[in-house]
Structures are given as structure tokens and as C-alpha cells.
């Protein structure tokens, strides 16, 4: 069974860097795009980015300017880091296995969301 | 505002048939490009619902349907039940931004 187990850093500040880890077990890293989701407070979900198993990324160009991710496929875990974090980017945010068909990638496996609070 | 437009809430009484829309442009639905469905449940990850437009994922009653007209797709609900009540997420590729795009959510109530 694919599972998806994320955590990260607690409160931030702003300008500070958020950074989150998803390891994945069940499954190889191969063959899947590796995604980040947030929800912010009353929102609806937002698309952050991706990466491949080959290093391959995208990402939102709301946020690209800040946005990092890594994956190391040896220790099956993938990585994001949102630089100059502010108020804005306070929300429940999801790691996700995304299953490629052509253009159209879905979201079939989720990880449980970790709350990430900005505040001074 | 979601590249995605969902209504932000639908309702319906036990038993009854709902849909939740969700309205793109020529640059995401409009092009052709795969809707995916989503149920969110408070305290609860996202769930795959439907994926590729039509595709009930595994373990997803046959009560769940979705489909796709020109811009737009919609989800439909029938015999609605009291755990349906949830949020429900549109999802699809927009080839301007090159970016997987969710609609805003719509919250069903069951009545």
C-alpha cells in the first residue's frame, strides 16, 4: 500500500524558509510525478509544483521565484522549500503522488498535510 | 481567483441528484485537457474521486459521474447520502500557465 508520510518545520517567521520532506514507502519514485498542494485558511486548493524521478520540475509561477524542490530517490523521499515566507503562505499544505497520462497528471495518493503558520 | 470556476456551494436532500460544474477556458478544459475530481473531507486528506474526465478511482461508488461538455465538466451526485457532505475540487492541465489548475470548491451540504 502506497503511503505518503510529510513533516516539517513548525511556526515561521517571515522572510524565514519553509522547508517540508514527504517520504514515500510502498512504492518506487519512478514512474511518478511527486507533488505539493496547499490549502490556505478558507481557500481552496493550490497547485505549488512537482518533480520527476529524473529531477524534472514545475512549478506554479505564482511562486516559482521561491520555490524549491529536491527528491533523493535512494532515501524515497521528496522535498520542498518556499523562500521569504510570509502571512500569505500560511496554510495546510499536502505532499501527493500525481499519475502522468499525457499532459493530464491526478492526484491518487496523498500525503495527511502539515500546518505551516507564519506570524511575527 | 482558481483558473478553475466552481460554485462555491450546492445542496440537496437525502436521496436526491446534485452536480457540482466546473467552468474553464480554451487554455485547460476548453483544449481537450483531462478533469480530475476531488472529495476533501474536514481533517481528512483529498481523495480521488474521478480522474481522466470519466474514471471512477477505485473503491468510488457508481453513485459518483462526471463528464465534460466545450469549456466545462461537471460532476454528478446521486442518492445522495449524508457522507457525501464534503468539499469537492475540479482539477485539470492549463497550457498557458503549464500547470495542473484546481477550481475554488464547492461545498455540498446534505439537507
Known amino acids: 500500500q502506497v503511503q505518503l508520510q510529510q513533516w516539517g518545520a513548525g511556526p515561521l517567521r517571515p522572510s524565514q524558509t519553509l522547508s517540508l520532506t514527504c517520504e514515500v514507502y510502498?512504492?518506487?519514485?519512478?514512474?511518478?510525478?511527486w507533488s505539493w498542494i496547499r490549502q490556505s485558511p478558507g481557500k481552496g486548493l493550490e497547485f505549488i509544483g512537482e518533480?520527476?524521478?529524473?529531477?524534472?520540475?514545475t512549478y506554479s509561477p505564482s511562486l516559482e521565484s521561491r520555490v524549491t524542490m529536491s527528491l533523493d530517490t535512494s532515501r524515497k523521499y521528496f522535498s520542498l522549500r518556499l523562500s521569504s515566507v510570509s502571512a500569505a503562505d500560511t496554510a495546510l499544505y499536502y505532499c501527493?503522488?500525481?499519475?502522468?497520462?499525457?499532459?493530464?497528471?491526478?492526484?491518487?495518493?496523498w500525503g495527511k498535510g502539515t500546518t505551516v503558520t507564519v506570524s511575527s | 481567483q482558481s483558473v478553475l470556476t466552481q460554485s462555491p456551494s450546492v445542496s440537496g436532500a437525502p436521496g436526491q441528484r446534485v452536480t457540482i460544474s466546473c467552468t474553464g477556458s480554451?487554455?485547460?478544459?476548453?483544449?481537450?485537457?483531462?478533469v480530475h475530481w476531488y472529495q476533501h473531507l474536514p481533517e481528512t486528506a483529498p481523495k480521488l474521486l474521478i480522474y481522466?474526465?470519466?474514471i471512477r478511482a477505485s473503491g468510488v461508488p457508481d453513485r459518483f459521474s462526471a463528464s465534460r461538455s466545450g469549456t466545462s465538466a461537471s460532476l454528478a451526485i446521486t442518492g445522495l447520502q449524508a457522507e457525501d457532505e464534503a468539499d469537492y475540487y475540479c482539477?485539470?492541465?492549463?497550457?498557458?500557465?503549464?500547470?495542473?489548475?484546481f477550481g475554488g470548491g464547492t461545498k455540498l451540504t446534505v439537507l
Open positions: 480554451t487554455s485547460n478544459i476548453g483544449s481537450g485537457y483531462d
Open positions: 482539477q485539470s492541465y492549463d497550457s498557458s500557465l503549464s500547470i495542473s489548475v
Open positions: 518533480i520527476n524521478h529524473r529531477g524534472d520540475t
Open positions: 510502498g512504492v518506487s519514485l519512478s514512474g511518478y510525478y
Open positions: 481522466l474526465t470519466t
Open positions: 501527493a503522488r500525481a499519475v502522468a497520462d499525457k499532459w493530464s497528471h491526478y492526484m491518487d495518493v
